[in-house]
């Protein structure tokens, strides 16, 4: 039953107005950015994140978290008119979603897209809330090693697992580890890479950072890049919208098992909604009787893996609010926000803040339940969305993380950190670098460092102590395949492409 | 202003390569200068020298995959625009205030493509501060003026 007055008491802090409407703003944005390709929920959670320090720590982790799992919602829209992800979890979308416009089925498409989001996202928030405590007290037992090894098996995984080069990925990896180090140690008081500036002495900090990497770089990067194409003009009513009986009965069991394959693929360190989505399209294929039909506008290649995304995201929140350890960068941003907040996630959040955990949960909820209502009736109004000209969506965004990272410090130096980092990732983005994994190493890398050296001063310099645990002997085992994985298989690649040539 | 599209070679991968590496070896030597310490007292040097490390031997594994993947086309002339406009931004902010910081951001912005005129910008600009008034600093009493120190 405690379950139960959990949620109630959740409930509570979730169904006072003032949450209700920052769960909206936050949702509405979040669709808003989803629908647009190019802007991520990550550039739009560091530019709201200085906005929640006018706010109760609860309500701000309500804002950011629904501009996250917001966007998963808004993502497909664009997958399905434009074939261009607007995330790149709704990349598994384009592949039956756009061949369903084409044939004129965009309005179907997006109906039943929007139902198994919702399913998904409720399979998600259960999932959570059953192995929340179990779990906490599970990592209660977990000492420095067991951090350690945990933490680096978050970074090596969602370095490697990512699309692209793993190599690349776990270079930025060690190089966000290294902006971490910028700034005063702890133990030893000692300056670290402050190059001189006084501003940097407490770090580099991470709205200016993020906002750099993720707002400004993907601005440019937009600008860069050839122009897309303008959506097609129609008009959406939700009764030519409902999808037959049997695209309908179709869609049912591949939600089902996207929601489960979501949830538990989320909740692993390192993965994310994009693979969650890809290995429920990819079961969905193995299982249908008709594998022939994927790709050319099955209603089944779309349910599953928006189910599977949106049970991915809220899952994601399981590692990162339960144990302290998050699975992605957003899950890093979100971890910092709430350091930044003073909260400090892991395995006590439950029992110390329990308002906080179970308000923030139950404002799940308040917020799938919102974005049904705010994504099926207004689809037009989100289709229009994308007819914004982006010669003026640009400067607008601009203009606003211009106001969002001064206005952290009332401090200058942090627009130039901003400029640095948006030119670094831009540059990064050029070679094909992926940038989320810096935000990641950045944001766990004071941890990992403390833990290492924890570690090693209880044992006395005993590097045996990091294989001392079950826990940590499977987290470090992991760490190893992770990196040896991809290493056999791109060997196995050159060698195929080498006998085929 | 319209730019060309620059395509990004094997030996653009290379040289970029190559500044991952000395980021590296930048990294280790200062390592080493903070004093990595002894085992069982790990000092502050010890991680970022173990950092700078593997981070050399990755940009060599980089540089190894250099020339694998499709060329990137891409304008650079966005940059040359963009980041100026933010500088100079931030330039304003403190001396000259919102309106007038936000009028040259939002001009300069334009001048990135023909779509965007000078006079839309200003009334684009015009509009951003004054949102940004009401939002920022009437609203979350933001610690910037409208005019700055000038009135």
Known sequence: MSVVNDLALGFQVALTWQAILICFGGVLLGTFVGVLPGIGALAAISLCLPLTYYMLPVHGLILLAGIFYGAQYGSSTSSILLNIPGTPSAAATCLDGNPMARQGRAGQAMFIVTLSSYFGGMVGIILLVAFAVPLARFALTFGAPEYFAFMLLGLVAASTAAPGSAVKGLAMMVLGLVFGVVGTDVTSGTYRFTLGFIELTDGINLVAMSMGLFGIAEVLSNLAAPPAAPPPKKSYRLRDMLPSRSEARRSVRPAIRGSLIGSWIGALPGTGPAIAAFVAYATEKRVSKTPEIFGTGAPEGIAAPEAANNAAVQAAFIPTLCIGIPGDAVMAFMLGAMIIHGIVPGPNLISQQPELFWGLVASFWVGNLLLLLLTLPMIGLWVRVLAIPRHILYPVIIFLICVGVFSVNSNVFDVYVAVAFGLFGFILTLFRFPVAPILLGYILGPLVEENFRRTLFISDGDFMAFVSSPVSIICLALVVLALVGPLVLAIKRRRLTTVSS | ?151
């Open chain 2, 1 to 151: 202003m319209d730019g060309k599209y620059v395509t990004i070679g094997k030996k653009a991968e290379l040289v970029f390569g190559l500044f991952i590496f000395a980021l590296g070896l930048i990294c280790a030597i200062y390592g080493w200068k903070y004093g990595p310490g002894q085992l069982n007292d790990i000092g502050p040097g010890a991680f970022p020298l173990g950092l700078g490390v593997a981070l050399m031997i990755l940009s060599v594994l980089c540089m190894a995959e250099a020339g694998h993947e499709w060329p990137l086309s891409r304008k650079l002339s966005p940059l040359a625009i963009y980041l100026p406009a933010i500088v100079i931004w931030a330039l304003l902010i403190e001396s000259a205030g919102l309106l007038l910081a936000t009028l040259a951001l939002i001009v300069v912005c334009s001048f990135v493509d023909d779509k965007l005129s000078v006079f839309k910008a200003i009334i684009l600009g015009l509009v951003l501060a004054a949102v940004g008034y009401v939002v920022f600093i009437l609203g979350f009493g933001l610690p910037f003026t409208l005019t700055g120190r000038m009135l």
